[in-house]
Structures are given as structure tokens and as C-alpha cells.
């Protein structure tokens, strides 16, 4: 028995005590405690108040026997399930078998009983017993475990949401107070002195990092909090002039990358102008920063299809089997060795979250010495909220 199990509970029913007293003497041991009734209603009162493993039940008792007694107990939903083995000194009949085992008895025993057989059956329904009963435990352990964890993940979601809305608050907060340092900066590139502009231009740039990466977190946010990134769809808007403007700015900011611009077809579509800008922005900043210095950007628009336009953004470099998997998610690049000066992370997480909110796909190839996002848009994205996001 295990060392933390209880010992399965026997009742012992039989009108003469030295028939209880010779079955008991037969059946105590470690694993097992003897209940003994004289009489079936004593028998009922005891299992009112005790888990019964197994009854050994006499047939021939005064008032109530042991027939009665056992139809009675598969009438009660407390002791309907308790086996029931009939010991009887009568001859063996037909009839007599028949009505036991309709009363709900498991076996019979015949006087004189074999002391061998009696442990022997005694001991596998002690065992089945046992079983339940660990089956039970484990079932109630797991049900408890399954309500701790959806309490867990309850007070996860709740923490995830103050988180993502403390983010999204903060993002806000930050970007009137950064508008007015670029604002500044702006104006103080007009008239500073030529020593003096050098540390101008780079609290300037410094300033367009810290706005990058507010945009981000408060995308991030949106999209959490919102089950989406929302958007302002507008009617006609051209892909390949906000495409165009975001090339000339990479340009400028990286004279030794060489980028290459080229666009096919008509690149019209409903689209949110501002959350595409940010697509190609960010794809274009991601070849600019992983890529190759002496390989050629290549930036391909494609409007050569009914229904949908397709943005493509190449560059020299090779991307590794096992990050492919991960490479859109939020907070990627856990690199410890790789100092982090351009963002957060969360570039291309914002891309996915903005190209799935047009209901377009993106993807990714990486062979040969160069890696290639894809970017499928349809002219007419699905329905949705069209409300242009807070500032």
C-alpha cells in the first residue's frame, strides 16, 4: 500500500458475530479496516458515514437480507457503486444466483469459505478501489490545476493590457515634447555657426531615432490593445509617390547604400497612406541596416495585377534558417553582442500588423546571397474600422 494511501474500508454483514469474527480474522491486514453489522440496518448506517471499498454480504439475515439489503443500497447514489459479494451457506440454486445478481451482487461465496479465495477476491476489489481512488485524486488535482492557470492567464491578460495601455500612454505623452526637440533642431540647422552645426545635426538624428522607435511602441500598443493596427483608408492613393519619397530619404540619410527605384503598372489602391509609408520605410531601413554596404537596395512595385499590388525590397545578405520562423515577431532580435542603436525590434512585427490590417500577406526569402520581403496588397482591403488613429 502506498505510504499515503488509507486503508480501503470492508463491511462485514451478518447476523452472528462468530461469522463476523471468522471473516474478519480471515481479512485483516495492513491495507484494508473492518466495519462489521449484525443486521442490515446497522449495515445501512454504517455506510452513511463511511467510503466502503467492498461488502461482504450474508443472504440469510432476520428482517432485512441480504437481497433487500443490496437492492437498497443500488437504490442510494452514495452506496450504488460499492461491490457486493454474497456469502451464503445455501446449496447452490439457479434461481437464488439470478436474483443476487439482479440485487446488484459481483460474486457469491459458499460455506465453508476457502480462506485463499476469499483474500484473493477481496484483495482485487481492494486494488480496483485504490485505482479509483488515485483517479479520482488526480482528476481533482488537475481540474484544480486547469482553474489556476485560467485564473493565471486571466491576471496575464489583465497585466498585458495595463502594460500595453501604460506603453501606448507614455508613446503619446513623449511625442508633443519630441516634436518640439526636432522642431528646434530644425530651426537651429538655419542658424547655427559651422562648428556648432555638427552637434546640432546630431541631436537631430538622435531625435528621429527616439520618434522611430515611439511610433513603434505605440503601434505595438494599438495593435494589441485594439486586436489590430486601425486605419484611415483613403480612395486612390499612389503606392509608388509615397515609395519614391521614402527611397530619396534613405538615400540621403545613407549615401553608401545604393538604392534602386523602379515601378510597373498602375500602384493605386484604398490603402491608409500613412500606415503604408511606414511599411516601406521600415522594410527599406531594414535592408539599409542588415544588408551589405556594397550590394545594390532594389525597391520593385508591381501594379500589373487586377486586384492587388505587390511591393518587393531586396538586398545583399542572407538570413539564417532558424530565425526565419521568428522574424516577424515583436522584439526579435535578442542578440546580446549587437548594439542596438535604430530601434526596438519591432519593425518588421509593425510591417506584418499594418500589411495584415489591408488584408495583404508578407513574406520573406533568403538564398544565394540576398534576402527579399514580399509584399502583396489588395486594391480594396477587407471592411474595417476606419477611423484614423489618436495622435
Not at 461491490?83 to 439470478?98: Q, Y
Not at 511610433?215 to 495593435?223: H, I, M, T, V, Y
Not at 526569402?365 to 474595417?384: C, K, N, T, W
Amino acid at each position: 500500500m502506498n505510504a499515503q494511501q488509507t486503508p480501503a474500508k470492508l463491511l462485514l454483514v451478518d447476523d452472528l458475530e462468530e461469522n463476523l469474527l471468522a471473516l474478519e480474522a480471515l481479512l485483516v491486514q495492513g491495507d484494508v479496516e473492518v466495519l462489521k453489522a449484525r443486521s442490515g440496518t446497522e449495515a445501512l448506517e454504517l455506510l452513511l458515514v463511511h467510503d466502503i471499498a467492498l461488502a461482504l454480504v450474508d443472504v440469510q439475515m432476520p428482517e432485512l437480507d441480504g437481497f433487500e439489503l443490496a437492492e437498497l443500497m443500488r437504490g442510494a447514489a452514495r452506496t450504488q457503486h460499492i461491490p457486493i459479494i454474497f456469502v451464503t451457506a445455501g446449496a447452490w440454486e439457479r434461481n437464488r444466483l439470478f436474483r443476487g445478481y439482479d440485487a446488484g451482487a459481483v460474486d457469491f461465496l459458499f460455506k465453508p469459505i476457502d480462506a485463499h479465495i476469499l483474500r484473493h477476491k477481496v484483495q482485487t476489489f481492494v486494488s480496483l478501489y485504490q485505482q479509483r481512488k488515485e483517479i479520482a485524486e488526480q482528476l481533482s488535482a488537475l481540474r484544480r490545476s486547469e482553474a489556476e492557470a485560467r485564473s493565471l492567464k486571466d491576471e496575464l491578460q489583465r497585466t498585458l493590457q495595463l502594460n500595453e495601455t501604460f506603453v501606448a500612454a507614455i508613446s503619446h505623452d513623449l511625442k508633443n515634447p519630441l516634436n518640439a526637440i526636432l522642431l528646434a533642431t530644425e530651426l537651429l540647422l538655419t542658424r547655427c555657426r559651422p562648428e556648432e552645426c555638427g552637434v546640432v545635426e546630431r541631436a537631430r538624428s538622435s531625435a528621429r531615432r527616439m520618434n522611430h522607435m515611439i511610433e513603434q511602441l505605440f503601434d505595438l500598443s494599438r495593435a494589441r490593445l485594439a486586436g489590430g493596427v486601425p486605419l484611415a483608408l483613403e480612395p486612390n492613393v499612389e503606392l509608388s509617390k509615397l515609395a519614391e519619397l521614402v527611397v530619396e530619404e534613405i538615400r540621403v540619410a545613407n549615401p553608401k547604400h545604393q538604392v534602386r527605384f523602379t515601378s510597373e503598372g498602375d500602384t493605386r489602391g484604398t490603402w491608409d497612406a500613412e500606415r503604408i509609408t511606414r511599411v516601406v520605410s521600415n522594410l527599406l531601413g531594414n535592408a539599409v541596416r542588415h544588408g551589405k554596404v556594397d550590394a545594390q537596395i532594389d525597391v520593385a512595385l508591381d501594379g500589373r495585377a487586377p486586384e492587388q499590388v505587390t511591393l518587393r525590397v531586396t538586398n545583399g545578405g542572407a538570413i539564417a534558417a532558424d530565425a526565419l520562423a521568428t522574424l516577424f515577431a515583436p522584439f526579435r532580435d535578442k542578440d546580446p553582442t549587437r548594439k542596438r542603436t535604430e530601434g526596438l525590434g519591432l519593425g518588421l512585427f509593425i510591417v506584418s500588423e499594418i500589411v495584415t490590417a489591408h488584408g495583404g500577406s508578407v513574406g520573406v526569402h533568403s538564398a544565394d546571397g540576398s534576402v527579399s520581403f514580399h509584399v502583396e496588397l489588395p486594391r480594396s482591403p477587407p471592411v474595417r474600422s476606419s477611423q484614423p488613429p489618436s495622435a
